[in-house]
């Protein structure tokens, strides 16, 4: 994936600050979110794998104390693991996404990456030549969702 933009730069600066001073049960949601908008790449290609799903799960889990940090941990090494195991574009980065989310539990920087596999799953599922407003669209509307968690406190 090198060389990929993997976010719209406008809203990606942003993000960067609002998940810096965001609580990080609240961050893990967010990501379990971002990476649930994309899981459906993942699927298409690998439909009986439900490790990225279980680490969407992980993440959830977690917020709500009903798993320990080393258990979503290891979903989120699971669902890497299942990236590996696929071979389009869309896929990896939808996997990448869900493993981040459940690693938000571990480290709340996580949730930034899995933001950003999100929007890159979905610039790879996306029809030629609409890369670049499908990334936009999804910044955005990870931008906005983020706001619209952080103002329910």
Not at 4 to 19: G, Q, S, Y
Not at 46 to 61: C, H, K, M, Y
Not at 74 to 93: C, E, Q, S, W, Y
Not at 94 to 117: D, K, L
Request: proline share 1%; hydrophobic share 50%.
């Amino acid at each position: 994936m090198a060389g990929w933009k993997l976010t719209d730069a406008e809203h990606d600066a942003a993000i960067a600050v609002l998940t810096a001073v965001t609580d990080h049960k609240l961050l893990a949601g967010w990501a379990a979110d971002c990476a649930e908008r994309v899981l459906l790449s993942f699927e298409t290609v690998a439909a009986e794998d439900l490790r990225p799903r279980a680490a969407i799960a992980a993440a959830r889990a977690w917020i709500h104390g009903e798993l320990k940090m080393t258990d979503a941990r290891k979903a989120a090494f699971a669902a890497h693991t299942a990236a590996r195991d696929v071979n389009t574009t869309g896929a990896i980065a939808a996997a990448r996404a869900c493993g981040h989310a459940a690693a938000t539990a571990h480290v709340a920087e996580h949730a930034i990456q899995a933001a950003r596999y999100a929007v890159a799953s979905a610039r790879a599922s996306a029809a030629a030549g609409d890369e670049g407003v499908v990334s936009k669209r999804e910044s955005e509307w990870q931008y906005q969702h983020l706001l619209a968690l952080r103002s329910q406190l």
